[in-house]
């Protein structure tokens, strides 16, 4: 079993960043595809970012360039920077791991609100 615990969410002006951790226990943290998702109201979890075991990274086309998922594995911690910041960007994030190569997350976190105001 996996928990995750994010942190760093708030309010800030359009243009302005903020940075969310992800903290996990487990010790094979290192071997997780690990997520982030984010919920805005009335609408679907979407998926905003991913990085895997070693490292590689996927992003959802609306936050390329704009933000950063990064790892570290001695701490088992996962990183989402998120510069530029929009009001559509305005949700609750969650982060995900799983142990699978591919396919779905099977923790997720209790999520963090991020609020964006124009």
């Known amino acids: 079993q996996v928990q995750l615990v994010e942190s760093g969410g708030g309010l800030v002006q359009a243009g302005g960043s903020l940075r969310l951790s992800c903290a996990a226990s487990g010790r094979t943290f290192g071997y997780y595809r690990m997520g982030w998702f984010r919920q805005a109201p009335g609408k679907e979890r979407e998926f905003v970012a991913a990085?895997?075991?070693?490292?590689?990274?996927y992003y959802t086309d609306s936050v390329k360039g704009r933000f950063t998922i990064s790892r570290d594995n001695a701490k088992s911690t996962v990183f989402l920077q998120m510069n530029n910041l929009k009001p559509a960007d305005t949700a609750v994030y969650y982060c995900?791991?799983?142990?699978?190569?591919?396919?779905?997350?099977?923790?997720w976190g209790q999520g963090t609100q991020v609020t964006v105001s124009s």
């Open positions: 990085i895997n075991w070693s490292s590689n990274t």
């Open positions: 995900a791991a799983t142990g699978k190569v591919a396919g779905s997350y099977d923790y």
